[in-house]
Protein backbone atom coordinates (compact mmCIF):
# COMPACT_ATOMS: atom_id res chain seq x y z
CA UNK A 1 0.00 0.00 0.00
CA UNK A 2 1.72 3.38 -1.11
CA UNK A 3 0.19 6.90 0.38
CA UNK A 4 -2.74 7.86 2.22
CA UNK A 5 -6.03 7.45 1.08
CA UNK A 6 -8.49 9.91 0.82
CA UNK A 7 -12.45 10.50 1.06
CA UNK A 8 -14.00 12.75 -1.50
CA UNK A 9 -17.80 13.02 -2.33
CA UNK A 10 -18.73 11.62 -5.75
CA UNK A 11 -19.73 13.60 -8.61
CA UNK A 12 -19.60 13.42 -12.01
CA UNK A 13 -16.04 14.33 -12.59
CA UNK A 14 -15.42 11.01 -10.98
CA UNK A 15 -17.65 9.20 -13.67
CA UNK A 16 -15.32 6.34 -15.15
CA UNK A 17 -14.26 5.39 -11.98
CA UNK A 18 -17.39 4.90 -10.51
CA UNK A 19 -18.79 3.02 -13.42
CA UNK A 20 -15.52 0.97 -13.09
CA UNK A 21 -16.01 0.36 -9.66
CA UNK A 22 -19.42 -1.02 -10.35
CA UNK A 23 -18.30 -3.46 -13.16
CA UNK A 24 -16.47 -4.74 -10.82
CA UNK A 25 -18.80 -5.68 -8.20
CA UNK A 26 -21.43 -6.97 -11.40
CA UNK A 27 -18.65 -9.77 -12.13
CA UNK A 28 -19.27 -13.44 -10.36
CA UNK A 29 -18.03 -14.06 -7.14
CA UNK A 30 -16.75 -10.40 -6.23
CA UNK A 31 -19.24 -10.08 -3.01
CA UNK A 32 -21.28 -7.53 -1.60
CA UNK A 33 -21.21 -3.44 -2.57
CA UNK A 34 -21.81 -2.42 0.90
CA UNK A 35 -21.41 1.36 1.19
CA UNK A 36 -22.47 2.14 -1.76
CA UNK A 37 -25.70 3.72 -1.47
CA UNK A 38 -27.82 2.09 -4.35
CA UNK A 39 -24.76 2.14 -6.80
CA UNK A 40 -25.65 -1.47 -8.09
CA UNK A 41 -28.97 -0.90 -10.10
CA UNK A 42 -28.76 3.05 -10.94
CA UNK A 43 -26.84 4.52 -13.67
CA UNK A 44 -23.93 7.19 -12.04
CA UNK A 45 -26.07 10.53 -12.81
CA UNK A 46 -29.42 8.62 -10.73
CA UNK A 47 -26.94 7.98 -8.11
CA UNK A 48 -25.73 10.94 -7.52
CA UNK A 49 -29.74 12.44 -7.41
CA UNK A 50 -30.46 9.67 -4.68
CA UNK A 51 -27.03 10.83 -3.06
CA UNK A 52 -27.97 14.22 -2.93
CA UNK A 53 -31.32 13.48 -1.64
CA UNK A 54 -30.40 11.29 1.03
CA UNK A 55 -27.84 14.18 2.40
CA UNK A 56 -30.81 16.43 3.24
CA UNK A 57 -32.84 15.20 6.56
CA UNK A 58 -35.85 16.80 5.41
CA UNK A 59 -35.69 14.32 2.03
CA UNK A 60 -34.17 11.19 2.70
CA UNK A 61 -35.38 7.66 2.42
CA UNK A 62 -34.66 7.00 6.11
CA UNK A 63 -31.90 8.36 8.15
CA UNK A 64 -29.29 11.28 6.78
CA UNK A 65 -26.40 10.09 5.52
CA UNK A 66 -22.92 11.15 3.49
CA UNK A 67 -21.62 9.15 0.72
CA UNK A 68 -17.48 8.95 0.01
CA UNK A 69 -15.71 7.51 -2.29
CA UNK A 70 -11.83 6.44 -0.78
CA UNK A 71 -9.83 7.41 -3.39
CA UNK A 72 -5.83 6.30 -3.88
CA UNK A 73 -3.00 8.96 -4.40
CA UNK A 74 -1.16 9.32 -7.13
CA UNK A 75 -3.64 7.53 -10.01
CA UNK A 76 -7.14 8.63 -8.40
CA UNK A 77 -8.32 5.00 -8.73
CA UNK A 78 -11.64 4.49 -6.54
CA UNK A 79 -10.59 1.93 -4.06
CA UNK A 80 -13.68 1.92 -1.95
CA UNK A 81 -16.84 3.42 -1.09
CA UNK A 82 -18.12 4.69 2.13
CA UNK A 83 -21.52 5.17 3.08
CA UNK A 84 -22.14 7.20 6.49
CA UNK A 85 -25.23 7.38 8.13
CA UNK A 86 -26.16 10.14 11.20
CA UNK A 87 -28.05 8.57 13.24
CA UNK A 88 -29.53 4.78 13.59
CA UNK A 89 -32.87 3.98 13.00
CA UNK A 90 -34.14 0.94 14.55
CA UNK A 91 -33.31 -1.33 11.16
CA UNK A 92 -29.52 0.74 11.35
CA UNK A 93 -29.12 -0.25 15.12
CA UNK A 94 -30.49 -3.68 14.47
CA UNK A 95 -28.51 -4.47 11.59
CA UNK A 96 -27.14 -1.74 9.40
CA UNK A 97 -24.94 0.31 11.80
CA UNK A 98 -23.89 4.24 10.87
CA UNK A 99 -20.75 2.68 8.34
CA UNK A 100 -21.18 1.12 5.73
CA UNK A 101 -18.13 0.09 3.32
CA UNK A 102 -16.88 -1.60 0.60
CA UNK A 103 -13.59 -2.23 -1.13
CA UNK A 104 -13.29 -2.99 -5.26
CA UNK A 105 -12.84 -6.33 -5.58
CA UNK A 106 -8.86 -5.96 -7.48
CA UNK A 107 -7.70 -3.62 -4.67
CA UNK A 108 -8.68 -6.25 -1.80
CA UNK A 109 -5.23 -7.68 0.46
CA UNK A 110 -4.00 -4.03 0.61
CA UNK A 111 -4.63 -2.68 3.31
CA UNK A 112 -7.11 -0.73 2.39
CA UNK A 113 -9.99 -1.74 4.01
CA UNK A 114 -8.58 -0.69 7.71
CA UNK A 115 -7.38 2.60 6.56
CA UNK A 116 -10.97 3.56 4.82
CA UNK A 117 -12.47 2.50 7.58
CA UNK A 118 -10.58 4.66 10.09
CA UNK A 119 -11.00 7.65 7.66
CA UNK A 120 -14.36 7.11 7.92
CA UNK A 121 -14.44 6.95 11.92
CA UNK A 122 -13.27 10.52 11.43
CA UNK A 123 -16.04 11.50 9.53
CA UNK A 124 -18.32 10.45 12.38
CA UNK A 125 -16.31 12.48 14.82
CA UNK A 126 -17.16 15.76 12.32
CA UNK A 127 -20.83 14.60 12.96
CA UNK A 128 -20.72 14.75 16.52
CA UNK A 129 -21.12 10.53 17.31
CA UNK A 130 -19.65 9.13 20.20
CA UNK A 131 -20.02 5.52 19.50
CA UNK A 132 -20.03 4.36 16.09
CA UNK A 133 -22.04 0.91 15.57
CA UNK A 134 -20.05 -0.72 12.20
CA UNK A 135 -21.78 -4.42 11.18
CA UNK A 136 -20.83 -7.22 9.19
CA UNK A 137 -21.91 -10.47 8.07
CA UNK A 138 -20.59 -13.13 10.34
CA UNK A 139 -18.75 -14.95 7.64
CA UNK A 140 -16.99 -11.90 6.51
CA UNK A 141 -13.72 -12.80 8.35
CA UNK A 142 -11.70 -10.28 6.47
CA UNK A 143 -14.26 -7.42 7.74
CA UNK A 144 -14.05 -8.53 11.53
CA UNK A 145 -10.97 -7.95 11.50
CA UNK A 146 -10.61 -4.41 10.44
CA UNK A 147 -13.53 -3.77 12.72
CA UNK A 148 -11.39 -5.43 15.63
CA UNK A 149 -8.20 -3.52 14.81
CA UNK A 150 -10.14 -0.09 14.82
CA UNK A 151 -11.22 -0.18 18.19
CA UNK A 152 -14.58 -2.69 18.06
CA UNK A 153 -15.94 -4.51 20.68
CA UNK A 154 -18.41 -7.05 19.42
CA UNK A 155 -22.18 -6.72 21.17
CA UNK A 156 -23.76 -9.62 19.38
CA UNK A 157 -25.10 -11.24 16.22
CA UNK A 158 -28.24 -10.53 14.82
CA UNK A 159 -30.31 -11.74 11.80
CA UNK A 160 -30.76 -9.36 8.99
CA UNK A 161 -33.84 -9.28 7.43
CA UNK A 162 -33.26 -12.11 5.05
CA UNK A 163 -31.91 -14.02 7.97
CA UNK A 164 -28.43 -13.85 7.15
CA UNK A 165 -26.59 -13.69 10.31
CA UNK A 166 -24.64 -9.69 11.03
CA UNK A 167 -21.81 -9.10 13.69
CA UNK A 168 -22.48 -5.37 15.68
CA UNK A 169 -19.32 -3.98 16.35
CA UNK A 170 -19.55 -0.79 18.63
CA UNK A 171 -16.32 2.06 18.88
CA UNK A 172 -15.54 4.47 20.64
CA UNK A 173 -14.43 7.77 19.15
CA UNK A 174 -11.95 10.34 21.38
CA UNK A 175 -11.50 13.18 20.47
CA UNK A 176 -11.16 17.15 21.29
CA UNK A 177 -14.64 18.20 22.99
CA UNK A 178 -14.83 20.02 19.81
CA UNK A 179 -15.77 16.89 18.03
CA UNK A 180 -17.62 15.12 20.08
CA UNK A 181 -20.84 16.45 19.52
CA UNK A 182 -23.09 18.65 21.66
CA UNK A 183 -23.89 16.57 24.56
CA UNK A 184 -26.38 14.47 22.47
CA UNK A 185 -26.52 10.84 22.97
CA UNK A 186 -25.80 10.50 19.24
CA UNK A 187 -24.95 7.03 19.19
CA UNK A 188 -28.54 5.58 19.34
CA UNK A 189 -30.16 7.97 18.67
CA UNK A 190 -33.26 6.59 16.65
CA UNK A 191 -34.53 9.48 13.82
CA UNK A 192 -37.99 11.38 13.86
CA UNK A 193 -40.77 9.26 12.46
CA UNK A 194 -38.60 6.06 12.65
CA UNK A 195 -39.43 4.28 15.24
CA UNK A 196 -40.94 0.91 14.84
CA UNK A 197 -40.45 1.73 11.26
Not at 48 to 58: E, F, H, I, Q, S
Not at 165 to 187: H, N, T, Y
Request: aromatic share 4%; proline share 6%; charged share 25%.
Amino acid sequence: MKGQLTLVVPSMAYGDEIEAYRAEFLQPGAGNMNGSGSLQTLSVPEWLTLLKRDGNPDTCRDVPRSQFLCLRPGDGRVVGMVNIRHQLDEGMLHSGGHIGYSIRPSERSKGYGRQQLVLALDKCRDLGIRRALVCCDSDNEASRRIILSCGGVMEDIRARSDGKPVMRFWIALQGPPSQQGDGEDKDNKLSPGQAGS
